[in-house]
C-alpha cells in the first residue's frame, strides 16, 4: 500500500502529454492515476509529486525499512498527544536523543532484533543502569508503534532483559537520627563563617515540612498557600501540583503530582503547623503564592533545593540522607504502627507492593514472639510428663 508501479508517457499532441501509473491506495485499491505536461518529463513529474502527496496525506507510511531515528520523532510526537505530562515526554526525548540515536538510530526498524537491541542495552547499563532503564521503556514505545503498524512481526524489546540490580535495603532515620540531622542543618544554616554559594535560611523549614506532609522535593516546591488549611483540627495540607523544568519554559508548577494516586489531602502534625504559622507572620509573599519560592519569589527549583540539601547533610555527617529518605521515614513508622496499605495511601501509592519494597525498613531483629511461643512450650512439657 502507498506504492506505484511503473510511469508510462504517451504524447497526446503537440505538447500535451499524459503520463500514467497504478497506484495501491490505504484501502487495498488499486486504480489508475493521471498527470499532464508539455513535455512527458514534465507529465511524469507532476504524476510523481501527484503520488507523493497521496502517500503524505494518508499519514507516515512506516515499514520495515524506516529507520530508528524517524520512528522515534513519529513516535514522541505520538506520546505528546496521548495526554502524558510534559515532564515525561522531555524525559522521554532526553533519552532518545542522548541515548537511543547515537546506538541505534541508524538501524531499519526490520534490522533491530532481539539480539541488538539486547546487546545495545546491556552495553549502556554497564555504564549507567538508570539510563539503560529509561532506553529500554522509549525502544518498547517505538518498535511497539512499529509493530502496530505491521513493519515488523513482533516487539523485540520484550524478549530483552537487563542485568539485575541489586536493591540496596531500605533505610529510615530513627528519632535520634532525627534530632541529630535537624541540629546539624540548623548549624549549617547559621554558620557564621559561611562561604561558597549563598545558603538557605529556611531549609529545615522545607525539611520539616516534608517530613510532615510525606511529600516529594518538587511537590514541597510548589506548595502554596492556598493548599493549607490552618483553621481546622487537625491542620491540613493538599499535594495538588509539581515543580518542574519544562525545555523552552523554563520551571513551571505542573497542576499535578507525579502520578494520579499523589493528589492528596494529609493532616499535618504540630511541629509543622509551628512551622506554617512561623512563615505566615515572617511573610514570604511571592507572584506563585507557594510556601517555599526562592530568594527572589519565583518558583524554587527542586534541584537547586537538592544542592544545598547535599551541603547541610555533608555538614552534619549525614551523607546518606536523600529528600527521598524522609518519606521512607514516615513510610516505616505508619507501617509498624498501622500496616504497609495505611503507609502506602499516604504516600500516595497506587501499589502497596511499591510501598512495602521500596519505602519500608525491615527491622534487623526478628519481633518478639516468645510470649507466643509459650502455649507450644506449654505442649511440649506435657507430653514429656506423660512420656515419663
Known amino acids: 500500500m502507498g506504492s506505484w508501479g511503473k510511469v508510462s508517457r504517451t504524447a497526446l499532441g503537440t505538447k500535451k502529454w499524459r503520463a500514467r501509473a497504478r497506484f495501491r491506495d490505504f484501502s487495498g485499491v488499486t486504480k489508475t492515476v493521471e498527470a499532464w505536461g508539455q513535455s512527458g518529463a514534465e507529465a511524469q513529474r ?46 522521554y526525548r532526553d533519552a532518545f536523543k542522548k541515548v537511543v540515536m547515537p546506538g541505534l538510530g541508524g538501524l531499519r526498524a526490520r534490522e533491530a532484533t532481539v539480539s541488538a537491541v539486547d546487546r545495545f542495552l ?14 529500554r521503556v522509549v525502544l518498547n514505545g517505538i518498535l511497539g508503534m512499529a509493530a502496530r503498524h ?33 541540629r546539624g542543618v540548623q548549624m549549617w544554616q547559621n554558620d557564621p563563617h559561611q562561604m561558597g554559594p549563598r545558603r538557605a535560611p529556611d531549609l529545615l ?40 523544568r519544562i525545555a523552552g519554559q523554563g520551571l513551571v508548577r505542573q497542576p499535578t503530582p507525579k502520578t494520579a494516586a499523589g493528589h492528596r489531602t494529609v493532616t499535618l502534625p504540630r511541629f509543622a503547623v509551628d512551622t506554617l504559622l512561623r512563615r505566615q507572620v515572617q511573610g514570604w509573599p511571592n507572584a506563585h503564592n507557594v510556601v517555599f519560592p526562592s530568594s527572589s519569589g519565583t518558583l524554587r527549583d527542586p534541584h537547586n533545593l537538592r544542592r544545598q540539601w547535599r551541603d547541610a547533610r555533608h555538614a552534619a555527617g549525614f551523607d546518606w540522607v536523600i529528600p527521598h529518605s524522609f518519606r521512607k521515614t514516615v513510610a516505616t513508622m505508619i507501617d509498624r504502627e498501622a500496616g504497609t496499605k495505611e503507609a502506602a495511601a499516604v504516600l500516595g501509592h497506587s501499589a502497596v507492593a511499591v510501598t512495602a519494597e521500596r519505602y519500608v525498613e525491615r527491622p534487623a531483629v526478628a519481633p518478639d514472639t516468645s510470649g507466643l511461643l509459650e502455649v507450644l512450650g506449654q505442649k511440649i512439657e506435657c507430653l514429656g510428663e506423660k512420656r515419663e
Do not use: F, H, Y
Open 150 to 182: 505491521d513493519a515488523i512481526r513482533c516487539n523485540p524489546v520484550r524478549d530483552t532483559r537487563l542485568p539485575r540490580q541489586a536493591r540496596k535495603p531500605v533505610r529510615a532515620l530513627s528519632v535520634d537520627d532525627g534530632e541529630a540531622l535537624r
Open 205 to 244: 523549614d522545607a525539611v520539616d515540612l516534608m517530613l510532615a506532609t510525606r511529600c516529594r522535593i518538587g511537590e514541597i516546591c510548589a506548595l502554596r498557600w492556598s493548599d493549607v488549611d490552618l483553621s481546622v483540627t487537625p491542620a491540613t495540607a493538599t499535594i495538588s501540583g509539581t515543580v518542574v
Open 46 to 91: 507532476r504524476l510523481e509529486s501527484e503520488l507523493r502527496n497521496r502517500v503524505a496525506s494518508a499519514g507516515p507510511g512506516i515499514t520495515g525499512d524506516t529507520r530508528l531515528s524517524l520512528l522515534g520523532e513519529l513516535w514522541l510526537a505520538e506520546v505528546a498527544q496521548a495526554g502524558l505530562t510534559a515532564q515525561t515526554v522531555d524525559r
Open 122 to 135: 546491556k552495553t549502556v547499563a554497564a555504564k549507567t543502569p538508570a539510563q539503560a532503564k529509561q532506553a
